[in-house]
């Protein structure tokens, strides 16, 4: 088989395996309300198959040096979480996502510029969660209209993320790990989530499930540090998942938390 067709063929694999995660979490996202389609979206869905791709491709050292770069970048997603939060209560879809989106690349590329450490990444996501986390607060609780999906709906997400896959591993070597890990973490779900939710059932109850995404993406962050840590000390593929695992048992503490509180509050009632 000809190297440029073996390669091809691979990348085509690689983006409908991302393509596959992403059709999943969008089905359990609008069947499960705005909590729980936060906590689905803040899991590692487009960065996970990105990262899985990367360390096929790459040593453990390219791995780490990338979630350090990747690192400052999710706390780039909860500032453009909150623009858009905002800006989605009054305004229309083109402006409350754009300005979001362009607030996250002037972020984002401030970020490429400096070789970042684990404690200063840390210290970037404390910042700005400390700060944003309060700001969402007032925007998460909003009853939620009935979705009706439409068939373009999976495949756009699917496409979008299977885009991604494909941009961070065919240019990963040209770029480096620095850059590598600022375009894994793009926010692609949210933003499909955005485009597709905001049209359809308004600004304030799309920004709902954004603003229930804070604290997951907090525990998205963690997970980036664990990654890089672990990959340093034990190789790409443990890294990965106890990536994977503390995410997963963060967004699951999450949720076992909410419910015990809504049982609190019934019986208090």
Known sequence: MPP???????????????????????????????????LVATLPISAGPSYVFLALDHDAAFIAQGALASLPVNAATIVLGLTYVVLAQRRSLLVSCGSAVAVWIVLASIIRLFDWTLAAGLAVNLIAFGICIPLLARYRHVKMPLVTRRWYDIPFRASLVATLVAIVVSTSGWVGPRVSGVIALYPIVFTSMMV???PRIGGPPTAAVLANSAWGLLGFGMAIAVMHV????????????????TCVSWNLTLWWNGRRATRKALRAS
């Open 4 to 38: 440029e067709f073996h390669f091809i063929l691979l990348l085509v694999l690689r983006m409908a395996i991302a393509a596959a995660f992403v059709v999943s979490a969008s089905i359990i996202t609008e069947r499960s309300g705005p909590v729980i389609g936060a």
């Open 196 to 198: 597709i939710l905001h």
């Open 230 to 245: 672990a990959v340093v000390w034990f190789g790409s593929a443990i890294g990965l998942s106890l990536a994977l695992a």
